[in-house]
């Protein structure tokens, strides 16, 4: 199996910009989806193959890659970016791993 | 529209088994794999297994080998993943999800507890 290391937590100020990082050795060969998790509620999917946002995501969400590194940006983050992030990929044999997820605080 | 309905709250005893049921509506269910994977009380996101709607082939993560078993029925678009063995350990939400559509089930909460 593999692993996808994402920081525990990252706190923005409202107007800045947030970045969470997904890191590993999967990742140059293999896609990254991004999950939002409020309280309560089910994951929303906000990023799909690192860098497609799907419809109905707002513009201030993007995504990028870089070798072993991808990573989701936040552009002016709002109070309701407030929430849980997930990476998810999947290696060649089809084996699936979430990132342990990180937690954005709006301060 | 998408939706993935599922099967409601189960309270078990240890040792015993849970079957979860996930329905699909607004897609076509052999064209797309749905995945499932649980959230246990203040933790990550936990991927169990996923089957291909299409040809029933079904792949599982190494954690769960041998305990949990996911099946598809085509004619009631329907996925079942079963759970064996229960542990306190296994107290969790689970939920089923297409990952390449980004759709996810409403999640069902499975308590195990004596």
């Known amino acids: 199996s593999y692993d996808l290391t994402q920081p525990p937590s990252v706190s923005v100020s409202p107007g800045q910009t947030a970045r969470i990082t997904c890191s590993g050795d999967?990742?140059?060969?293999?896609?990254v989806y991004w999950y939002q998790q409020k309280p309560g509620q089910a994951p929303l999917l906000i990023m799909r193959k690192d860098s497609e946002r799907p419809s109905g995501i707002p513009e201030r969400f993007s995504g990028s890659s870089s070798g072993t590194t991808v990573t989701l940006t936040i552009s002016g983050v709002q109070a309701e970016d407030e929430g849980d992030y997930y990476c998810h990929s999947a290696d060649s044999g089809g084996v699936v791993v979430f990132g342990g997820g990180t937690k954005v605080t709006v301060l | 529209q998408v939706q993935l309905v599922q099967s409601g709250a189960e309270l078990k005893k240890p040792g015993a088994s849970v079957k979860v049921s996930c329905k699909a509506t607004g897609y076509s269910f052999t064209k797309y794999a749905i995945h499932w994977v649980r959230q246990a009380p203040g933790q990550g996101l936990d991927w169990m297994g996923w089957?291909?709607?299409?040809?029933?082939?079904?792949k599982y993560s190494q954690k769960f080998q041998g305990r949990v078993t996911i099946t598809g029925d085509t004619s009631a678009n329907t996925s079942y993943m079963e759970l064996k063995s229960l542990r306190s350990g296994d107290t969790a939400v689970y939920y089923c999800q297409v990952a390449t559509l980004g759709y996810w089930g409403q999640g069902t909460l499975v308590t195990v507890s004596s």
């Open positions: 089957i291909n709607g299409g040809n029933g082939n079904t």
């Open positions: 999967v990742l140059p060969k293999q896609y």
